[in-house]
């Protein structure tokens, strides 16, 4: 598959995941019970502040990854030269700026009326890494003229071309983008109409000028959103932008020359936005299954369909924002710190173990972290689904806004409680791998690290 194509596809699988993450009014009567509750009162209490809270890192969460397929819709765009074919790269921006505008509006349109949201969700709350004025941020980020003005052009553009578009749907990638522009429509339309009666820094002539430019104009007018907001994607200050992960290709290859198939790899990106809504110092999870060889000396043959994506390279089973795949150890790796955890199982039982895990691949990412329902699954689930129920190991869910997960964090504590052993750790100290008590020494600072 070209790359091209393959940078469409991922960006339609993570706009598609995320989707699940933007409010709808009918999916939030609990959260909107208890805004009320709590405007009427003048505070939340505690249950509360929870639920909300959690509920709005699902949604920054979401928007973070929105923002991440327009950037790598708009690099590719921008590499290529022939415009003519470029229709699928709008029908996805359009779809991920869809679901960002009508988020964002109800989350304002909330918020405008009612204080007490407003100042609860601009507070600091160390507990999920969230820095003070997130909500403001948001809400400039949202009412800026530029961008109203770009995303009027391209609904406008949507419902010139929208016959073409709506070809698409025969289209496997496309088709369930296209049914979300579909159901979107309702929205595009009391929008539109809203920014027109406001003549929210609109300049008619401005824009039929622009028009007459085509696709490339529009797109890239559309596109700006992700390179205008981009920083929104990162921590800022935690490290210089465009610094190298720190684990390095040397690193990497110890790493990887420690690992056995079915040892879990627990990471962490120094400055990824994500950090800001998982607790504690470890937020993500992949389940390592090493080359094809060592691989099938556990297993067996493999199956021809998945022998032929492992080839003679380290192959990981991740969930990241575009979906459950197997990926290889250059990418699964691309992070700043690590950890690895091995089973305890036998080799029958592990093999049972990591044959599950390959009925999960393909699947989307769960961007609402709740593990009662398969069909979608977040980092920490895949280990979850792994392992539960392997010689009697069971995992305990946590309740978090009334949906049932694990953090990376309680994780390792649920593994270590299960008799998996801490391998090794990388770059939490200092930039050094360290096994035996040293990797335990890390894991403990880590977690006294952060919380200070």
């Not at 600091?124 to 909500?135: D, I, Q, Y």
């Not at 000396?297 to 979906?323: Q, Y």
Request: a positive charge; aromatic letters at 10%.
């Amino acid at each position: 598959m070209a790359s091209n194509e393959i940078i469409i596809k991922r960006s339609t699988q993570i706009i598609i995941a995320a989707a699940l993450g933007i409010p709808l009014r009918a999916n939030l009567d609990q959260e909107l019970e208890i805004v009320e509750k709590a405007e009427a009162r003048g505070w939340f209490t505690p249950d509360e502040d929870e639920i909300v809270r959690t509920r709005y890192s699902y949604y920054l969460s979401s928007r973070a990854a929105l923002l991440g397929a327009l950037q790598q819709l708009e690099t590719s765009l921008r590499n290529s030269t022939n415009w003519q074919d470029k229709l699928p790269y709008f029908i996805s921006g359009f779809a991920a700026a869809c679901l960002m505008m009508r988020g964002s509006s109800f989350i304002i349109e909330l918020a405008k009326r009612r204080p007490v949201i407003w100042k609860k969700l601009d507070e600091a709350e160390p507990r999920f890494g969230l820095p003070r004025k997130t909500f403001t941020s948001l809400h400039q980020a949202a009412t800026n003229r530029n961008r109203l003005t770009q995303f009027r052009q391209a609904v406008q553009f949507y419902r010139d071309h929208r016959e073409e578009i709506m070809s698409y749907s025969n289209d496997p990638t496309f088709a369930p983008i296209i049914t979300m522009l579909r159901e979107e429509e309702i929205f595009l339309e009391s929008h539109y109409q809203k920014i027109w009666r406001r003549r929210l820094f609109y300049r008619w002539f401005s824009f039929l000028r622009r028009h007459r430019s085509g696709y490339r104009n529009i797109m890239f007018q559309l596109f700006r959103w992700s390179g205008s907001a981009i920083a929104e994607l990162h921590q800022p200050g935690v490290k210089p932008s465009g610094a190298p992960k720190r684990i390095n290709q040397e690193q990497r290859q110890q790493l990887l020359a420690l690992a056995k198939p079915g040892d879990v790899f627990i990471t962490r990106h120094d400055d990824a936005m994500s950090n800001l809504f998982l607790p504690g110092f470890w937020p993500h999870a992949a389940l390592h299954l090493g080359e094809i060889s060592v691989l099938e000396s556990i297993l067996g043959n493999l199956p021809p369909a998945v022998r032929v994506r492992f080839k003679d390279v380290h192959r990981f089973l991740e969930a990241k924002k575009d979906g459950v795949m197997f990926r290889r150890a250059e990418e699964t790796l691309a992070v700043d710190a690590c950890l690895i955890l091995r089973p305890p199982f036998a080799q029958d039982i592990l093999a049972q173990a990591i044959l599950r895990a390959f009925t999960h691949e393909g699947k989307l990412y769960d961007f609402l972290f709740d593990f009662r329902t398969a069909d979608r699954l977040a980092c920490t689930e895949v280990i979850y689904r792994t392992y539960h129920g392997c010689a009697g190991m069971e995992f305990k869910l946590l309740q978090k806004a009334g949906r049932a997960c694990i953090p990376a964090e309680n994780l390792i504590d649920q593994l270590m409680a299960a008799g998996f052993q801490l391998i090794a750790s990388c770059n939490v100290c200092d930039p050094t791998i360290h096994t035996q008590q040293a990797a335990h020494d890390d894991l403990i600072h880590s977690r006294k690290n952060h919380s200070t």
